[in-house]
């Protein structure tokens, strides 16, 4: 590997060794040290331990004035099962962008969810060489940000069900008098959350003695439509059986069953409010305009209805906050959210990307990672959207193994061997799998922003398929294509990648072209997704969905922008269709709404948003030495 | 009120403002120098934050050979659903030692849990002027150990239906092979934690290669038998609605439904082991050894035989870890552990006390708080028990108010005014419920131990009432009994309480009396409990318990201590009856066993494992100011 001229500064070893051997290899500096380096001042943190920080907001205050730096996007192409190692590149471009082209640089990655750590997948802290550290505090609980949004969830369902039950025992003047309770002078007030109500009721009255007969049953008795209820519980575990379950089956509950279930707790919309919100008073806004079903009127209800929707913003007050790590190189790395992909944008915070565009200040750049299958579609809606943030440049991950997949190689399975198309060389595939290569860059190219495609070479890549991969990303319209090896060497790895996309930052701010105007009807943002990033023929909306628009579109939700929920394995609907395909018929199953969060998400097919644990799952090799109480196996 | 003649440290107000407008009136010091003034050195403790800290157990180590300070016990008698000020007391009593009479002191207290906090009950951080502070953070994540506990304990359900749904549809051969698949080199390896079921199975092999086919078959299905479960999943929400659930409803888990539901998670047995365990090769056995329920030869199957106790340990990690955090009066406070008083021992943690006993050193006191109905028994498992410790003293909390209602006072109900014999002077009703203090005092000294009672005095009580308190607990055998004032004065107001415990431990240490040979059979140390702390004629077995006590002798649990699941609101099984009941047929519904914390618990009646939300929860208080980021609300 003489693809780079820089020489390591970790000493890199041949074979890889596995990523926590890796890790723990390293020993992390003070956070404080990475701290100081990037800006911060020590009252713009607070430590949780030694090698993690939460970031206080109050810097991008103290910042405002000053310049943003450059904001890379990585994206990647429609990968196999495996991964094609985006969040490597991520993580190995920062530390060639850092600690070998010193530069200002910053990293914003999604905390993972601790579900797949220990189920099918493992942790998601990059991998070889280039890994946020220690990657076992990024893996596990972190600084508890998911756990937050795991209790800020259930309370609120919580609250739904037992709202329920007891509106449905209670008179409208004992349900009234319970939640107005008159204080030891026989006064009646109300609690502030309870105003955001009387004030979408059209009650403009402050006193509960003033409310007529007519008011107080408006104001106390919700009227949950149970069939309409959206929001489920949520686990930070993959446990398969809480997916559909029938909740209420206590004597004590009196017959009130539903039949509901639980999500993982990455897909709670609580995750995708974390996310897009930009501070504190905006995250109280968004939790507590939720909406969780409607009522039997056919009108929201809303957390805030249910008066939940301060207590939900105290449970994420310290969620708020980017945790500050470091990469093996020390650079530094801002971890923050992480919503679930499948069915929001699945990319880190809009907070963080903020708070790093303004440390690195203009020399500088803040890289970040797109989830899931919005690399294709950029429909997500933020960044760009809200946050008013738009890259300068998008770097495209792809890999010779993932193109001979889309060339027509024989399907790829986790935890089967792979073919030996994938193994020995085979140009003709990949050449034909550029297709899909292709389609990605002329999409980010719609948006109007340079794209670098970085091939991430694994060692059974010859160099004439390399070389076919990086033709055919420069005919495509691609700034640059480099062949970078980040995972067996670091930072040194990813030299010229970094060079690529210094280069492609250095012009004029790109414009940056929106793909729709986000107050055309949803049936035709959906179509213009459809038609200019999937290629598809046309859209065929179920009964369901057809429904769903249609009562969103009643409640004033059809100004909200769209996030599809659609397969990351092909353009398509079909994760078998691979390459590029065009002229099928998108089929819309159902859609729904993240008001809070600020989308709506129609569903293409049958979306998972609970994993399942295999036979043997990654639990199996994780322990702790007691002695040294070290972290052992994860991966 | 001159019962002192300490004056307030504090800028106490009259009336006592809200207990979260105290605490946030007062600013906490930066915790490292609450650590330094303790005596930990700086590598000793992480900071999380500023007025956080988790403290390393290698403190312990390094003090090992330092002799250690009083052991003082906080008790109640038994109380109203309005609670007596137990925490109250010992966060007082420790203020006025530290703060006033100079002493090195340390409080240990539960990490209360979030469900009450923002269901029915409000936050547990103390009150009034004796609290630990920041208060919205004690009640909220802390350091996330109680979320960590969900995640583990959630890790082990899944765990478990998983294994059997597998097990349902995969032969043996395919089970084994997927267990141990084979390399790239065609090798099969066991996991560390394999060789654990290995070894119980009495098979000597570590070449998976090596087993016969009948021991693939033995080692691969764990063949639990499903009506054998007693696993429950965890939350810590209040949530009714899963108390009672079926799940693995949907299509894809193909009908393999189950009856199972949630408890709140500090009931889950890895908040005992939490609580019970010395170091982090002690709580690594514990939580392999588990049993979720047996299979259908009727053994035991553990976390171990499911290949998910290093995993568990991994997430409980730093969950070992106490939490230092301070007092109004910035003396130190351990906040750590908080298992479910009503099916558990109900203290906090042995490694927190351990700790705390070295720290202050042999002129200093560590005050610890027992829960819930362990006040009475004092036959909970710890301490004394595995930690070793036992107590120099025991503090018991009294009032008036709940010797009125002893004596045969109306019903004491939470949410409603108290009857006028509760807020008017009635020494007659004092004095005839000064049998329940007086048996708590017998009880207590029935183990050795001095005790002194603290008479927590409300604004309504009369020095009349307050001097036939004192009186009976002199008589009853108490070294003394002190009128304390903590909540409206801080630590001023419990120096005499302070002084009479430091005479109280100035003898000799008392030998401890064990009520019971812990290696006699099970219903043998059921009664004498019954008999010796409860005054019960004799206990009655209902057919389940009978099974369990069956079961449980030849699974060889029989040795395990005895903590008792009953209501905390009478001597008896019957909260109805008050004072001091004897003559009584103690029932006792069932047994379960938590085999990795290490108890038996006989369930007497029905005990409540999952609280649920009324009309109007407090939550509807509860927002925050997203101006200055403070917490509203809290109580």
Request: net charge negative; charged share 20%.
């Amino acid at each position: 590997m003489a693809a780079t001229e820089y020489k390591p500064l970790l000493p890199v070893k041949q074979p890889v060794p596995s990523d926590i051997e890796i890790a723990q290899s390293v020993e992390p500096v003070h956070i404080a040290k990475i701290a100081e380096a990037v800006g911060l001042l020590p009252d713009e943190y607070d430590l949780y331990g030694t090698h993690k920080a939460k970031v206080k907001l109050s810097v991008r205050d103290r910042l405002a004035g000053a310049p943003d730096g450059k904001y890379v996007v990585v994206a990647g192409i429609t990968p196999t099962p495996l991964g094609e190692g985006k969040s490597t590149t991520t993580i190995g471009l920062c530390q060639a962008l850092g600690a070998y082209l010193k530069k200002k640089v910053l990293t914003c990655v999604r905390q993972p969810s601790q579900g797949p750590t220990f189920g099918i997948k493992g942790g998601a802290a990059g991998g070889g060489y280039s890994q946020v550290i220690p990657m076992e505090e990024m893996n596990l609980h972190l600084t508890g940000d998911i756990h937050a949004i795991t209790a800020a969830n259930n309370l609120l369902a919580a609250a739904i069900d037992v709202r329920m039950f007891h509106e449905a025992s209670q008179s409208d003047e004992a349900l009234f008098n319970r939640l107005c309770p008159a204080d030891k002078q026989g006064k009646r007030k109300f609690a502030t959350v309870m105003l955001r109500r009387l004030a979408k009721l059209g009650i403009n009255k402050t006193d509960p003695d003033e409310l007529t007969p007519e008011e107080r049953r408006e104001f106390a008795r919700l009227d949950i439509d149970p069939a309409s209820i959206t929001w489920r519980r949520v686990i930070d575990t993959n446990d398969r059986f809480l997916r559909s379950i029938t909740v209420g089956q206590g004597t004590e509950e009196k017959g009130a069953t539903r039949s509901t279930g639980f999500d993982i707790t990455v897909s709670s919309e609580i995750m995708a409010v974390l996310a897009l919100a930009t501070d504190l008073a905006d995250m109280r806004e968004r939790l507590g305009r939720m909406v969780v079903g409607n009522d039997r009127k056919g009108r929201p209800v809303t957390a805030d209805d249910l008066g939940v929707g301060g207590a939900l913003t105290v449970l994420m007050k310290d969620a708020i906050m980017p945790t500050l790590m470091q990469t093996l190189e020390q650079t530094p790395v801002l971890v923050h959210a992480g919503p679930f992909a499948n069915i929001a944008h699945g990319n880190s915070s809009v907070v963080a990307d903020q708070i790093g565009l303004k440390l690195v200040g203009p020399e500088g750049y803040v890289v970040t990672e797109v989830g899931g299958s919005h690399a294709q579609t950029h429909a997500n809606p933020s960044p760009p959207g809200p946050s008013g943030l738009t890259p300068d440049c998008v770097v495209l991950v792809a890999t010779v193994r993932a193109l001979k997949m889309h060339g027509g190689g024989p399907p790829v399975v986790a935890g089967t061997p792979l073919h030996h198309d994938y193994t020995t060389e085979n140009v003709d595939l990949v050449s034909k799998g550029c297709c899909n290569l292709a389609r990605h860059i002329e999409n980010a190219r719609k948006y109007g922003v340079p794209v670098v495609v970085a091939i991430n070479r694994f060692a059974s890549d010859t160099d004439a398929e390399l070389q076919a991969v990086k033709e055919a990303a420069l005919a495509a319209g691609a700034s640059d294509a480099v062949i970078c090896a980040h995972h067996g060497f670091g930072g040194a790895g990813a030299v010229q990648l970094g060079e690529a996309v210094v280069e492609a930052c250095s012009g004029t701010k790109p414009e940056f072209k929106f793909l729709y105007d986000v107050d055309l009807p949803i049936k035709e943002k959906i179509e213009i997704i459809a038609r200019e990033m999937y290629h598809a023929a046309g859209v065929e909306y179920k009964p369901e969905a057809e429904a769903q628009i249609e009562k969103y579109t009643r409640m004033g939700f059809d100004k909200l922008p769209i996030c599809m929920a659609k397969t990351q394995y092909s353009f398509s609907h079909d994760a078998a269709l691979k390459g590029a395909p065009s002229g099928f018929i998108l089929p819309i199953r159902d859609v729904r709404a993240s008001v809070g969060a600020g989308f709506l998400y129609p569903l293409v097919g049958n979306m998972m948003t609970m994993p399942g644990l295999p036979t043997r799952p990654c639990f199996y090799d994780i322990d702790l030495d007691p002695v040294s109480g070290k972290v052992l196996g994860l991966s």
